[in-house]
Nanobody
Framework: QVQLVETGGGLVQAGGSLRLSCAAS????????VGWFRQAPGKEREFVAA????????NYADSVKGRFTISRDYAKDTVHLQMDSLKPEDTAVYYC????????????????WGQGTQVTVSS
């Protein structure tokens, strides 16, 4: 059974940092593009960042460019999302998903979603 697990969320003040992690079981993580999405209360889930199979390509939403960094840890078969200079508007549940394709920011192109991890940024 394929399962993704997100960890690392929490409560942080504006301007602070958090690092989220996404681990997988039941699939070879390096066979997939891995993306992070987020969903704030009352809003639709939106794309945040993605990293290619080899880790050489990354993609970011305009709202997080320059503040968030996505990366792969091949030794631990994990994908991280380093979030710096956090803002209250970054508050959301963050999810990771896996995709066979590269370049898409659409939710429909990702699957095997985890349960999410809550990030709350206070002002």
């Amino acid at each position: 059974q394929v399962q993704l697990v997100e960890t690392g969320g929490g409560l942080v003040q504006a301007g602070g940092s958090l690092r989220l992690s996404c681990a997988a079981s039941g699939l070879t993580f390096t066979d997939y593009t891995v993306g992070w999405f987020r969903q704030a209360p009352g809003k639709e889930r939106e794309f945040v960042a993605a990293v290619s199979r080899g880790g050489g390509s990354t993609n970011y939403a305009d709202s997080v460019k320059g503040r968030f960094t996505i990366s792969r840890d091949y030794a631990k078969d994990t994908v991280h999302l380093q979030m710096d200079s956090l803002k209250p508007e970054d508050t959301a549940v963050y999810y990771c998903g896996a995709s066979w394709d590269w370049g898409s920011k659409r939710i429909i192109d990702f699957g095997s979603w985890g349960q999410g991890t809550q990030v709350t940024v206070s002002s």
